[in-house]
């Protein structure tokens, strides 16, 4: 797109934003425009129906030349509908932990919630070390990277889980990827695609992945499914309910549904008729109605949280008073949240971190921001701080957590004696250290001791 006036190429951020002039009444009308187009499921579904990929899958497969890992009986998969009614395994064991930069980094409690949660119900699981970035944000936020090399990521990384069970004695394919990342899981979904449509593509990486001996019987390996975290805890939300332990009756509780996970190749996003009418992703929504909060409607559910990957590096103010105004601001005066729960690293952590900066303009609200799995891990009695780390969110939690019943100062006091328990090296782990690593100098054999 070209700017008219100097014929400069338009990017739409950065000095070359544009107010459109509206006045009050005229800005509005436009917002109720889009408010209506955007309300319903049909926005997605009333347009040409796209391809279910799958069926390229398939085909390739039964041409000898790709190698599909399927989710087999020994995973225990539930079946769950997407967005046009096709059908979609998600598996609930023997799960591969591909884990979120972002979180790890920003949101610890984010990953331990989610683990917890999966040794409370008996998951098998392996959160392994040898696992790299997707490198998403890279290329979404500053255009360095490129399509093959995203390939090449997720190839890697999908064939490293299908490997993973050897230095156990288990079969290629034992466990299978369960991605943390509401980025990571859009772009693996994307990259999936353009793999199967294009043979340039998957001779060109073929290449590449054969000098890392990353091949299967010399063909690329394609994950039957792409399965994100909050699918899981969707689909085993009324066995994480039945070990609920604290009455979530009276929170009002706000969703902001990530646009990598229901916008960004929306045919593979999970609805189910049964909850907000079929109208809307299914994901977090059903899993905090399972566990008997209020969740609350509010006009701006459709926006982006801010973030949005170029203009957090380059328009910042942007990304924050989008956040603030467009997301939070409306939740508490619109809805009168007690929280919003998310299911997207980006997300939580742009709706978290940013809401201080509105103090500087008077615009002082605020709302606490919890990822679903931390949300469902309180709620089944998991330590606030010494497992959901909230004392690492920058929004407050105290509030949210007395509307719980939970006695954070206690939780405080208890964790404070916990980091001098870790500090003189008792400290806990929530599975087996040894699974942490599966190849290289540090491995040791599980039957070591």
């Known amino acids: 797109m070209s700017d008219p006036t100097d014929g400069t190429r338009f990017t739409g951020h950065g000095h070359e934003w544009r107010d459109a002039g509206l006045n009050d009444a005229d800005a509005q009308t436009a917002t109720s425009w889009v408010e209506a187009r955007v309300d319903k499921r049909s926005m997605l579904t009333n347009k040409d129906r796209v391809e279910d990929i799958r069926d390229i899958m398939w085909q390739l497969e039964k041409d000898g030349e790709i190698v599909v890992h399927r989710v087999s009986d020994s995973h225990e998969a539930d079946t769950v509908k997407t967005l046009f009614g096709w059908d979609k395994k998600i598996p609930t064991t023997q799960l591969w932990h591909h884990k979120s930069c972002g979180q790890c980094g920003n949101i610890p409690g984010y990953p331990t919630a989610l683990l917890w949660l999966m040794n409370e119900l008996g998951t098998s699981y392996l959160d392994e070390t040898d696992q790299t970035s997707c490198t998403a944000w890279n290329y979404h936020g500053s255009g360095i990277g490129n399509v093959e090399s995203l390939a090449c990521v997720f190839l890697r990384n999908f064939h490293q889980a299908y490997v993973s069970g050897r230095p156990q004695g288990l079969e290629d394919g034992h466990y299978y990827p369960l991605v943390h990342c509401g980025t990571s899981f859009g772009n693996y979904k994307e990259i999936r695609t353009f793999l199967l449509q294009s043979a340039e593509l998957r001779e060109r990486v073929r290449k590449i992945l054969g000098k890392l001996g990353r091949l299967v019987d010399g063909k690329l390996l394609i994950p039957e499914e ?15 309910a039945e070990r609920q332990v604290i009455d979530l009756s009276q929170v009002r509780a706000t969703i902001h549904p ?3 996970v229901y916008k960004m190749i929306p045919e593979d996003a999970v609805y189910d008729d049964n909850i907000l009418e079929g109208n809307r992703v299914a994901v977090s929504t059903g899993i905090v109605e399972a566990l008997g909060a209020k969740v609350i409607d509010y006009s701006t ?13 380059s328009e910042r103010e942007f990304t924050r008073s989008f956040a603030i105004d467009r997301k939070i601001k409306v939740a508490v005066e619109e809805a009168n949240a007690d929280v919003m729960i998310g299911h ?13 900066i509105g103090k500087a303009v008077d615009k002082d609200v605020e709302l606490a921001i919890i990822a679903d799995c931390q949300f469902a891990a309180l709620a089944c009695g998991a330590h606030p701080y010494k497992i959901c780390q909230l004392h690492w969110h920058a929004s407050p939690v105290e509030k949210l957590m007395e509307k719980m019943g939970i ?3 206690k939780a405080k006091d208890e964790f404070e004696a916990y980091l001098k328990e870790v500090e003189a090296g008792k400290g ?16 040791r054999p599980m039957a070591a001791e």
């Open 428 to 443: 806990e782990s929530l599975y087996d250290p040894r699974l942490m690593i599966t190849s290289g100098p540090g491995f």
């Open 407 to 409: 006695d954070w100062r």
């Open 344 to 356: 997207d690293t980006g997300c939580i952590t742009t709706l978290d971190k940013n809401q201080w």
């Open 226 to 240: 792409i399965v994100h975290y909050s699918e899981w805890l969707h689909v085993m939300r009324q066995r994480i």
């Open 301 to 313: 559910w459709y926006d982006c949280c801010g973030f949005g990957f170029r203009h957090i590096i």
């Open 258 to 260: 990530a646009c990598h």
